[in-house]
């Protein structure tokens, strides 16, 4: 069975502190996809990134950094320097290669405080 | 268009009455997903289409829930007999080249309230 937890239900912090969100998944398939989405109050899911199980490199983007690690199946997403616009909700998502489902967690809340 | 566009954004449905949703997807996309966004809750899968084929309808909760895209670009998700069950924001998604690696855009989703 394929699982997404985001165990953080709702983060915190004040304006230019970075904030790890925390993303743990399970699958049996050797070969999948992850990927992060910025849900804002207007509702759209936005794209973040797309990561391959076959590549470990860690990614930065600006002030959005990815920690992929398959030893402990985890794919954090860290965002430094916050800022109140980066307030939103944050899925992780996991999706098996030849396969078009997207397995959601349940997001992580994040306010970022002015 | 330039995202994928969804009609209404929020709709209010008395219990027993049907609903349609509209998806506009991305101009050529081949792929189109809904999912269903429950309060607090994460997008889950409701059905995929590969143009106008409905390649896979395992989520959708009952056979009240029925989705077309006849001319492989819009697509309308219909609910018969709204339950408040229903009530959620059902959320479009739309992907180039069969959508198998590739990342899905999403729509502003409608947000249906059952009453």
């Known amino acids: 069975a394929q699982k997404v937890t985001q165990a953080q239900t709702e983060i915190s912090v004040v304006e230019k502190e970075d904030v790890t969100l925390d993303c743990v998944y399970e699958t049996r398939d050797t070969t999948y996809y992850l990927f992060w989405y910025k849900q804002p109050p207007s509702g759209e899911l936005v794209f973040l990134i797309r990561r391959n199980s076959f590549d470990e490199q860690n990614e930065i983007s600006g002030r959005y950094s990815w920690n992929f690690q398959k030893s402990t199946s985890s794919f954090n997403f860290t965002i430094t320097a916050s800022q109140v616009v980066d307030s939103a909700v944050y899925f992780c998502?996991?999706?098996?290669?030849?396969?078009?489902?997207?397995?959601f967690g349940t997001g992580t809340r994040l306010k970022v405080l002015a | 268009g330039a995202g994928v566009s969804q009609s209404p954004r929020y709709k209010v449905a008395k219990r027993g009455q049907d609903v349609a949703l509209r998806c506009d997807p991305i101009s050529g996309h081949v792929s189109l997903f809904w999912y269903q966004q429950a309060l607090g809750q994460g997008p889950e899968f409701l059905t995929y289409f590969q143009n106008e084929a409905q390649l896979d309808k395992s989520g959708l909760p009952s056979d009240r829930f029925f989705a077309e895209r006849p001319e492989g670009s819009v697509s309308t998700l219909k609910i018969q007999r709204t339950q408040q069950e229903d009530s959620a924001v059902y959320l479009c998604a739309s992907s180039d080249r069969g959508g198998l690696t590739l990342e899905a855009f999403f729509g502003q989703g409608t947000r249906l309230t059952v009453v």
């Open positions: 998502a996991l999706r098996a290669s030849g396969t078009y489902k997207y397995i």
